[in-house]
């Protein structure tokens, strides 16, 4: 059974970073494609960042480009998610999730391509 685990969510200042982490237990973690998505009160969930098996593709949301940097760790089972220059907008629950593609595929951006989800972490920016 595979588990989901993030870290590191918390409350930080506009303009300050965090970093999330994400431990996934169980076999073949490097052919698992890694993402983060979010959800802020009242709104749907979104795509923040995508990262394939091997670590060499890489997919970001609009929202976050230039700002959050996305990796991957396969050694130790593990995916980090640095987040820089935050805003307010950012609030929200960060969601860890691993799809199970058997091979190095691209990250998908869409929320049902994804086998397995923690249970979230809570990110807040205040203004």
């Known amino acids: 059974q595979v588990q989901v685990v993030e870290s590191g969510g918390g409350l930080v200042q506009a303009g300050g970073s965090l970093r999330l982490s994400c431990a996934v237990s169980g076999r073949g973690f490097s052919s698992y494609a890694m993402a983060w998505f979010r959800q802020a009160p009242g709104k749907e969930r979104e795509f923040v960042a995508g990262?394939?098996?091997?670590?060499?593709?890489?997919a970001y949301g609009d929202a976050v480009k230039g700002r959050f940097t996305i990796t991957r760790d396969n050694a130790k089972n593990t995916v980090h998610l640095q987040m820089s220059s935050l805003k307010p907008d950012d609030t929200a629950v960060y969601y860890c999730?691993?799809?199970?593609?058997?091979?190095?595929?691209?990250?998908?951006?869409?929320?049902?391509?994804?086998?397995?989800w923690g249970q979230g972490t809570q990110v807040t920016v205040s203004s």
């Open positions: 990262i394939s098996g091997s670590g060499g593709s890489i």
């Open positions: 999730a691993a799809a199970n593609y058997y091979s190095d595929y691209d990250p998908s951006l869409d929320q049902y391509e994804y086998d397995y």
